[in-house]
């Protein structure tokens, strides 16, 4: 048989690896190489299709004029394709981001004045002052604090809010303030709507929807605004009482700073800080799901370098908050995108509408901007995972719920101060009350030790229990942790001569906790209990500074469970 290899094997084996372009010296764009360019480029051209309509659907949610929301995908995307690590995440207008800043600036500004404007452009750069301090102090974790239960409460009720204000204008029935006052204000009009506004409404939110379920290639938005123009323009809706977009701007966004007041500047802190904690969790979830998905490295802190460049760019662009959007990053990757290129193109294109085709926009029907919003809205509310809240935590789904109504009736902003204090309080809570265990033998197996939660009259074996405690020992849940203990040794069928705290799952024991520890081992030598400790190599420094080593003798402190419970049943074996 001869030596060579076969075909297969040698050509897989000595094929010369994809030869990268100079653009991969750039981390978003790393992996770009002759073969992927062209899909990267479709990919591009695929998401400016989907962005652009929706974009510009977002300014109604912000409370901005309609080319401001084709100016967030300019600047902004351009800058965090060059800086940011991810190649997947997507900048642009966000429905939630907006939502907050429309809740904030209604009561100061007229929507879509320059004062307005001149705001919103101040709160982006809030925000991006806000990523930055961040990224100094490695504050990335701080997306961690926004557990996945609040988010999706959070941004379902943000889905229902989002929704429910876009029903007057798809009717043709001027409404604003809160969603409450909107629905009044529908309610009360219903004989008054604008039945070609109605129309062309349900057939955008029908069009779209359908096109979804054949192909989710299908640029709809994008088909839907095309078409609602065209039809406006030809039937000139506008002299039936059909409100339009009007005169939209062309060229490219002024560059400079907000002309605002700046004694209004510290009033905007409040609401930059509730942007910036969903810009951070929503940016930070979506760039990992992403990473992950593809294997691809990832540098968080980076990316939030990246995004404070894009929202100050956004702020000195007279545009509003720009976020990491989950819709549109899932949009160019199922599109074949690989790297940042994509966005890059996409940028491009949108440059090119600012400049030669804003035109085009004069006869958008506003009805079919606030049914593009009002799909955007229902995909917001995440029926699937709080499906999955009811089947496997129901108190959970209580969170999110209470988050949700939060945000519905009394306003985004506070919905996601809300979300952040009911993330940490149930975290605060399952650390207070961890999930207890009492080792305890398998019949038919000698030798053999099972877990089984921790109940009045559960032992080990007769005379002894293994007990353990499933979180880390802390001020709060110290009293508990001693209480159960000796809760346990009271009401055990056997007199108990003897306990194992089995300390494996404690990382950490603050100064309260290591006080409250010696008094239980006290609390246990007075009922001559003997104790004996295992697993405790992490905490054993710790252990020794507080002096338990003084009240639990050297031979007692063992590697395992198993090897504890047979050294305190030797005496009564011999």
Same mark, same amino acid.
């Given at each position: 048989?001869?030596?060579?290899?076969?075909?297969?094997?040698?050509?897989?084996?000595?094929?010369?690896?994809?030869?990268?372009?100079?653009?991969?010296?750039?981390?978003?764009?790393?992996?770009?190489?002759?073969?992927?360019?062209?899909?990267?480029?479709?990919?591009?051209?695929?998401?400016?299709?989907?962005? &652009?309509?929706e974009s510009m659907g977002y300014t109604k949610i912000a409370g901005m004029p309609v080319i401001t929301g084709i100016?967030?995908?300019?600047?902004? !995307?351009?800058?965090?394709?060059?800086?940011?690590?991810?190649?997947?995440?997507?900048?642009?207008?966000?429905?939630?981001?907006?939502?907050?800043?429309?809740?904030?600036?209604?009561?100061?500004?007229?929507?879509?004045?320059?004062?307005?404007?001149?705001?919103?452009?101040? &709160?982006?750069?809030?925000?991006?002052?806000?990523?930055?301090?961040?990224?100094?102090?490695?504050?990335?974790?701080?997306?961690?604090?926004?557990?996945?239960?609040?988010?999706? *409460?959070?941004?379902? *009720? !943000?889905?229902?809010?989002?929704?429910?204000?876009?029903?007057?204008?798809?009717?043709?029935?001027?409404?604003?303030?809160?969603?409450?006052?909107?629905?009044?204000?529908?309610?009360?009009?219903?004989?008054?709507?604008?039945?070609?506004?109605?129309?062309?409404?349900?057939?955008?939110?029908?069009?779209?929807?359908?096109?979804?379920?054949?192909?989710?290639?299908?640029?709809?938005?994008?088909?839907?605004?095309?078409?609602?123009?065209?039809?406006?323009?030809?039937?000139?809706?506008?002299?039936?009482?059909?409100?339009?977009?009007?005169?939209?701007?062309?060229?490219?966004?002024?560059?400079?700073?907000?002309?605002?007041?700046?004694?209004?500047?510290?009033?905007?802190?409040?609401?930059?800080?509730?942007?910036?904690?969903?810009?951070?969790?929503?940016?930070?979830?979506?760039?990992?799901?992403?990473?992950?998905?593809?294997?691809?490295?990832?540098?968080?802190?980076?990316?939030?370098?990246?995004?404070?460049?894009?929202?100050?760019?956004?702020?000195?662009?007279?545009?509003?908050?720009?976020?990491?959007?989950?819709?549109?990053?899932?949009?160019?990757?199922?599109?074949?995108?690989?790297?940042?290129?994509?966005?890059?193109?996409?940028?491009?294109?949108?440059?090119?509408?600012?400049?030669?085709?804003?035109?085009?926009?004069?006869?958008?029907?506003?009805?079919?901007?606030?049914?593009?919003?009002? !799909?955007?809205?229902?995909?917001?509310?995440?029926?699937?995972?709080?499906?999955?809240?009811?089947?496997?935590?129901?108190?959970?789904?209580?969170?999110?719920?209470?988050?949700?109504?939060?945000?519905?009736?009394?306003?985004?902003?506070?919905?996601?101060?809300?979300?952040?204090?009911?993330?940490?309080?149930?975290?605060?809570?399952?650390?207070?009350?961890?999930?207890?265990?009492?080792?305890?033998? !398998?019949?038919?197996?000698?030798?053999?030790?099972?877990?089984?939660?921790?109940?009045?009259?559960?032992?080990?074996?007769?005379?002894?229990?293994?007990?353990?405690?499933? *979180?880390?020992?802390?001020?709060?849940?110290?009293?508990?942790?001693?209480?159960?203990?000796?809760?346990?040794?009271?009401?055990?069928?056997?007199?108990?001569?003897?306990?194992?705290?089995?300390?494996?799952?404690?990382?950490?024991?603050?100064?309260?906790?290591?006080?409250?520890?010696?008094?239980?081992?006290?609390?246990?030598?007075?009922?001559?209990?003997?104790? /004996?400790?295992?697993?405790?190599?992490?905490? /054993?420094?710790?252990?020794?500074?507080?002096?338990?080593?003084?009240?639990?003798?050297?031979?007692?402190?063992?590697?395992?469970?198993?090897?504890?419970?047979?050294?305190?049943?030797?005496?009564?074996? *011999?």
């Amino acid at each position: 048989m001869s030596g060579r290899l076969p075909r297969a094997v040698t050509d897989a084996t000595t094929a010369p690896a994809p030869r990268k372009t100079p653009l991969s010296l750039i981390q978003g764009l790393d992996g770009t190489t002759r073969a992927t360019i062209v899909a990267d480029v479709i990919a591009g051209a695929t998401l400016a299709a989907v962005a &652009i309509p929706e974009s510009m659907g977002y300014t109604k949610i912000a409370g901005m004029p309609v080319i401001t929301g084709i100016y967030t995908l300019a600047l902004p !995307v351009i800058v965090f394709a060059l800086i940011g690590s991810s190649r997947h995440l997507v900048v642009g207008a966000d429905s939630a981001t907006a939502a907050i800043m429309f809740a904030a600036l209604i009561g100061i500004a007229k929507p879509e004045s320059p004062e307005y404007v001149g705001l919103a452009g101040v &709160i982006a750069l809030l925000a991006a002052g806000y990523l930055l301090v961040a990224r100094v102090l490695r504050l990335g974790f701080l997306a961690d604090f926004l557990s996945r239960t609040a988010l999706v *409460g959070f941004l379902s *009720g !943000v889905g229902v809010q989002v929704a429910l204000t876009q029903l007057p204008t798809m009717l043709g029935i001027h409404a604003s303030g809160s969603v409450v006052n909107q629905m009044g204000k529908l309610l009360t009009s219903l004989g008054h709507i604008v039945v070609p506004a109605a129309v062309l409404a349900v057939l955008a939110v029908a069009v779209i929807l359908l096109f979804e379920r054949v192909s989710k290639r299908i640029p709809a938005t994008l088909v839907v605004v095309a078409v609602s123009i065209i039809v406006a323009a030809t039937l000139r809706l506008d002299r039936h009482g059909v409100a339009i977009v009007g005169s939209v701007p062309a060229g490219l966004p002024p560059i400079g700073l907000p002309r605002v007041s700046w004694g209004q500047v510290p009033g905007l802190a409040g609401v930059a800080a509730s942007i910036f904690v969903v810009i951070l969790a929503q940016s930070a979830a979506t760039a990992r799901s992403f990473a992950q998905k593809r294997e691809e490295p990832l540098s968080e802190n980076r990316d939030l370098v990246g995004l404070a460049v894009a929202n100050l760019a956004a702020g000195v662009t007279g545009t509003f908050c720009v976020n990491g959007s989950p819709t549109k990053t899932a949009v160019v990757d199922s599109a074949g995108a690989r790297t940042q290129l994509a966005q890059l193109v996409m940028a491009v294109i949108a440059v090119v509408v600012l400049v030669a085709a804003t035109a085009l926009l004069h006869f958008l029907p506003d009805a079919t901007l606030a049914a593009v919003v009002f !799909v955007i809205g229902t995909r917001l509310i995440d029926l699937g995972h709080l499906r999955e809240l009811w089947r496997l935590r129901r108190d959970e789904l209580v969170l999110a719920t209470f988050t949700a109504l939060v945000v519905v009736l009394i306003g985004v902003e506070q919905g996601i101060a809300l979300a952040v204090a009911l993330s940490v309080l149930d975290f605060v809570r399952h650390a207070y009350r961890p999930r207890d265990t009492v080792m305890v033998p !398998v019949a038919g197996s000698p030798g053999t030790l099972v877990p089984e939660a921790a109940h009045p009259g559960i032992e080990t074996l007769p005379g002894g229990i293994a007990y353990r405690f499933d *979180g880390t020992l802390f001020f709060a849940n110290a009293d508990r942790f001693r209480q159960r203990v000796l809760d346990l040794v009271a009401a055990a069928p056997h007199p108990v001569a003897w306990i194992v705290l089995d300390l494996s799952p404690v990382g950490d024991i603050d100064y309260t906790a290591g006080q409250v520890l010696l008094t239980l081992l006290r609390d246990l030598r007075t009922r001559s209990v003997q104790v /004996h400790l295992a697993h405790v190599e992490d905490i /054993h420094d710790l252990l020794q500074r507080y002096g338990v080593f003084d009240l639990v003798v050297a031979a007692n402190v063992h590697h395992g469970v198993r090897e504890a419970v047979a050294d305190a049943t030797a005496p009564a074996a *011999g």
